[in-house]
């Protein structure tokens, strides 16, 4: 059987609702799920929920109800997100199924065994909000930066994994494996990082400070820490230890925010899967965050912007096109009500809503409700297939380079040009004369709208997948699930029966 595409997002912490960052996080790799299965891919779309940890057994704790009923809710909340937001996955891994503690308990056991883990008394410096241990070095002017909360100086007994001896490997294969992290910026993060000697890493809890965890193999009074934990989920859902596990294997892409690159991602993970004997991910892809007003957007900073608010209100589609045409892959990006309501009235309503809005109305008053033929083609079509040109011929290349909010730029672009064009042409106009010549030309205008409105919806799919199925409903366009000959102008619709006029994007309704 070949090979898959493999992608996955960051499995989500079971310690408050979903935000923004989480929904970003889902349409952004939706959004590539979906364009490499118009490609051709076979994909396998991973996501999934983190919920072990000291956050979840206290607020379980506060709540005096079990930790798995705490994960539950929120489960059935994460995953309704990924529903309102037509997310494309096809498996979603939760941390305390038993497929996954088995997969765990096998590598910790593995590794174990080979030598690769020993156990440590570790006197040390403890953030209880990020269930870390801290060093003297991260301390900024003196105090440790709010994001640890308090810190408290513990003495433990532990298990710890041998990162050190696998550091010359890792800088290695990270300067020479330049395709590894995109962009390509962050590689120096990671090798700054190591840069100073690596630290074996902590992988155990002591039972009586952590009872919510998976527990090790060879010693019942732990459970193991967050990190090794929550990395395996990959390779967990890929089917490692079954025949399944080489045809997804090693994974494509793992899209995770670039707070999670280094250490876990790119330092941790990496040489876990060496230990193991597991081929590397082929690469990570890393997103920036959401901010508002210059702070992350999430629960520690109590700025929560729920997405789901605005799905419900303005349908998934318009929030998976403001969130990808805002975003610059790999950059942060400003959230604010207003430039999404700019954006849903400029882009949406306006130019793409008005734009099948008044096809429609046409092709029903003009031509019967149905696409004319194209019968001539004179300067106002040529510069419209010439704008199609290029715009056509980047769209590809464009998404292949997760430069979404360019591709959604140039398909705008080319929706106003469509835009202009019926100013020009001004099919109403065309239609008060009885000259045979202005008929030919208000056909054709008609015929060339609806020709350019199809092929500016391909490359919106994967974007907007709901909105683009309707509007090639409404003007008689086929569905497609493969891109090959999708972006070529023709005369596909000829003939093809338009919708009755539709209000794609309604103005939301004002508040009295
Ligand atoms: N559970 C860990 C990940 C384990 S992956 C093996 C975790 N969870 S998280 O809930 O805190 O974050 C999940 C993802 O959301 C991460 O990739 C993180 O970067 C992303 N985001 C969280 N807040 C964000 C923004 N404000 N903006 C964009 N994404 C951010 O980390």
Same mark, same amino acid.
């Given at each position: 059987m070949s090979k898959k595409f493999y992608i996955t997002t960051a499995i989500d912490y079971a310690n408050g609702s979903p935000h923004?960052?989480?929904?970003?996080?889902?349409?952004?790799?939706?959004?590539?799920?979906?364009?490499?299965?118009?490609?051709?891919?076979?994909?396998?779309?991973?996501?999934?929920?983190?919920?072990?940890? !000291?956050?979840?057994?206290?607020?379980?704790?506060?709540?005096?109800?079990?930790?798995?009923?705490?994960?539950?809710?929120?489960?059935?909340?994460?995953?309704? *997100?990924?529903?309102?937001?037509?997310?494309?996955?096809?498996?979603?891994?939760?941390?305390? !199924?038993?497929?996954?503690?088995?997969? @765990?308990?096998?590598?910790?056991?593995?590794?174990?065994?080979?030598?690769?883990?020993?156990?440590?008394?570790?006197?040390?410096?403890?953030?209880?909000? !990020?269930?870390?241990?801290?060093?003297?070095?991260?301390k900024v002017d003196g105090k440790w930066p709010e994001i640890y909360g308090d810190v408290v100086e513990v003495t433990e007994s532990n298990y710890f994994f041998k990162l050190a001896q696998y550091q010359d490997w890792l800088v290695d294969t990270i300067k020479t494996n330049e395709q590894m992290i995109y962009p390509r910026f962050r590689s120096a993060d990671v090798l700054q990082f190591l840069k100073e000697p690596l630290n074996d890493l902590c992988i155990s809890r002591p039972k009586e400070r952590l009872e919510w965890g998976i527990e090790l193999p060879f010693d019942s009074d732990f459970v193991t820490y967050v990190w090794f934990d929550a990395l395996?989920?990959?390779?967990?859902?890929?089917?490692?230890?079954?025949?399944?596990?080489? !045809?997804?294997?090693?994974?494509?892409?793992?899209?995770?925010?670039?707070?999670?690159?280094?250490?876990?991602?790119? @330092?941790?993970?990496?040489?876990?899967?060496?230990?193991?004997?597991?081929?590397?991910?082929?690469?990570?892809? @890393?997103?920036?965050?959401?901010?508002?007003?210059?702070?992350?957007?999430?629960?520690?900073?109590?700025?929560?912007?729920?997405? *789901?608010?605005?799905?419900?209100?303005?349908?998934?589609?318009?929030?998976?096109?403001?969130?990808?045409?805002?975003m610059n892959v790999g950059q942060d990006s400003e959230f604010s009500i207003e430039l999404f309501m700019s954006r849903y009235n400029s882009d949406l309503a306006n130019d793409l809503g008005n734009l099948v809005s008044r096809l429609l109305n046409m092709g029903g008053r003009y031509a019967e409700g149905k696409v004319p033929a194209a019968e001539i083609e004179d300067t106002p079509e040529k510069e419209l297939k010439a704008l199609w040109a290029t715009t056509g011929a980047e769209l590809i290349p464009l998404f292949e380079d997760f430069q979404f909010h360019k591709a959604l730029d140039r398909i705008f672009t080319f929706v106003s040009g469509i835009n202009r064009y019926a100013e020009t042409r001004a099919p109403w106009k065309l239609a008060k004369s009885e000259a045979a010549a202005d008929q030919a030309a208000l056909r054709t205008s008609l015929a060339t709208m609806a020709e350019a409105l199809r092929l500016a919806v391909v490359m919106l799919t994967p974007v907007m997948p709901e909105i683009s199925n309707k509007i090639r409903g409404l003007i008689g366009a086929d569905d497609f699930d493969r891109l090959e000959g999708q972006l070529e102008w023709g005369n596909t619709l000829e003939g093809k029966a338009l919708g009755e006029k539709a209000i794609l994007f309604p103005r939301p309704e004002r508040k009295a």
């Open positions: 923004l960052g989480h929904a970003y996080e889902k349409v952004l790799t939706d959004i590539v799920a979906r364009f490499r299965r118009l490609m051709g891919d076979e994909v396998k779309f991973l996501t999934g929920l983190d919920e072990h940890g !000291q956050k979840v057994q206290m607020s379980a704790q506060k709540e005096g109800v079990a930790p798995i009923e705490v994960c539950d809710r929120l489960a059935t909340e994460f995953q309704g *997100l990924c529903t309102a937001l037509h997310i494309s996955n096809d498996d979603y891994i939760r941390t305390t !199924q038993d497929r996954h503690k088995a997969a @765990v308990q096998d590598i910790l056991q593995k590794l174990y065994d080979k030598g690769e883990i020993y156990k440590a008394d570790y006197n040390g410096f403890y953030s209880v909000r !990020q269930e870390q241990f801290v060093t003297e070095k991260e395996t989920n990959y390779i967990t859902a890929a089917g490692y230890g079954t025949d399944e596990f080489e !045809q997804h294997w090693p994974a494509d892409y793992h899209v995770i925010g670039k707070d999670i690159l280094v250490p876990p991602h790119a @330092v941790y993970w990496p040489i876990m899967l060496k230990a193991l004997g597991i081929e590397l991910p082929k690469h990570f892809l @890393v997103h920036g965050w959401w901010l508002s007003s210059g702070s992350k957007m999430s629960k520690s900073t109590g700025e929560v912007v729920n997405p *789901l608010d605005l799905i419900d209100q303005f349908g998934a589609d318009a929030f998976r096109y403001f969130v990808t045409r805002e």
